[in-house]
T-cell receptor, first 114, second 110 residues
């Protein structure tokens, strides 16, 4: 069964460091997303991406965050200068058609900022 | 009022029991609704969409009441493997900027 894969599964970093989280969406999917879940809290939308550009972003997705699809298969989330409050599980998701609500999530990348 | 509100539980039920979860949402213009399931420290997975007329998938039944802005999930004949957190999800503008509830935890015991 096709799946969304994410690396790394866990990253520990110092405050102020840059972090890149990587995702390989399902191959024929066209819409890509990043969500995050702070421990014990709800899953929150960060950004959606289609046709090589951001289609929507939340207020969480400030100038410290960026996304890129550098090579047609990977989809990355970069946090330029991490803060303690960026510690969370980051989920990549993809879908074939927009608006169905049927997103396929990866297993997540746990980010711990010290 | 929270965008999507759920009773966090936990609901502790024996195998074979019927259990129901409710959810309310604040945006009356919301277009589509879902139940996702999340196992401990895992990713959310779509369980089922929720249609206006109500829909059933095996032991699971979902219902929507637009007037009351209320969604429900009924699980019949609970299995141990149903133990998970059930996330009520709203897609307000059909853009897949999904709004998640905090989830309702279900624990099914033997």
């Amino acid at each position: 069964e096709p799946e969304v894969t994410q690396t790394p599964s866990h990253q520990v970093t110092q405050m102020g460091q840059e972090v890149i989280l990587r995702c390989v969406p399902i191959s024929n999917h066209l819409y890509f997303y990043w969500y995050r879940q702070i421990l014990g809290q709800k899953v929150e939308f960060l950004v959606s991406f289609y046709n090589n550009e951001i289609s929507e972003k939340s207020e969480i997705f400030d100038d410290q965050f960026s996304v890129e699809r550098p090579d047609g298969s990977n989809f990355t989330l970069k946090i330029r200068s991490t803060k303690l409050e960026d510690s969370a599980m980051y989920f990549c998701a993809s879908s074939f058609i927009q608006g169905t609500g049927e997103l396929f999530f990866g297993e997540g990348s746990r980010l711990t900022v010290l | 009022r929270k965008e999507v509100e759920q009773d966090p539980g936990p609901f502790n039920v024996p195998e074979g029991a019927t259990v129901a979860f409710n959810c309310t949402y604040s945006n009356s213009a919301s277009q589509s609704f879902f139940w996702y399931r999340q196992d401990c420290r895992k990713e959310p997975k779509l369980l089922m969409s929720v249609y206006s007329s109500g829909n059933e998938d095996g032991r699971f039944t979902a219902q929507l009441n637009r007037a009351s802005q209320y969604i429900s999930l009924l699980i019949r004949d609970s299995k141990l493997s149903d133990s998970a957190t059930y996330l009520c999800v709203v897609n307000p503008y059909n853009t897949d900027k999904l709004i998640f509830g905090t989830g309702t935890r279900l624990q099914v015991f033997p």
